[in-house]
């Protein structure tokens, strides 16, 4: 669906400022009777355009991603390149040298992430990426960055670094999560205020207006290797 939503969504778009355009002029003619036209039929089409994105992101249901299947992002422009997979995930009690170990309060989740750009010619990048894992209850557990640092023992990519057309690098993050929780699924969103606009108007998308989540599985031990991937 969402590849039926990419171009209605730019085309209402356009649609609508040239509707603006034309019924500006009409109306600095006096000829208010076209230019109502245009706003009516400008509002029945947001109307329907609406209705459309709401009753699509309802019959939606949560999927999970299994390790190594990639969630795609189109942001502002629109141009869904942009990826995001697990790798692979392991668990830990704690991280760091002895003496100077940072303890986890209930079990590191430590998630190694791929992020890709299938572009065939422009470099890209995640914008604003939050990601945290959600239980079964709803509950968001957030990252560690200080547990991060410490297992890096060194510099950590930027997960907003561009990503060139075609390549993809990996990048672990460490999410401290509680003992006894339940269906611990990693979740991934992006962008600032212009991006997450267009994916919350965009039918099919993931991250549309009240569709439903899509998550990543976490499978402590397993994992997927990738050619294309670089560690840094």
Known sequence: MESVGVP?????VLGLLAAGV??????????????????????AWLGAYATVLIVTSLASRERTL??????????????????????RVD??????????????????FVVTLRVSNDAQRVPLRLEEPRITIVDAEGFHYERSLDAEH???????????RPVDAGHS?????????????????????MGGPLDRTAER?????????LHARTLHALAPGSGVSSASARLR
């Open 66 to 87: 299994a390790v190594g299947e990639t969630k795609r992002f189109c942001g502002f422009y629109l141009d869904c390149h942009m990826g995001v997979a697990v790798a």
């Open 150 to 160: 410490a297992l890096a023992r060194g510099p950590l990519a930027n997960l907003e």
């Open 8 to 12: 209605l969504l730019a085309f209402t």
């Open 22 to 43: 034309v019924g500006g002029l009409a109306l600095l003619r006096g000829r208010t009777r076209p230019a109502r036209a245009l706003a009516l039929l400008c509002a």
């Open 201 to 209: 108007a965009l039918i099919g998308d993931d991250d549309a207006l």
């Open 91 to 108: 668990t830990m009690s704690g991280i760091g040298e002895p003496g100077k170990e940072i303890r986890a309060g209930g079990t590191f």
């Open 169 to 189: 690098f990996t990048r672990v993050v460490v999410i401290d999560v509680p003992h006894g929780v339940r269906e611990p699924r990693l979740h991934v969103t």
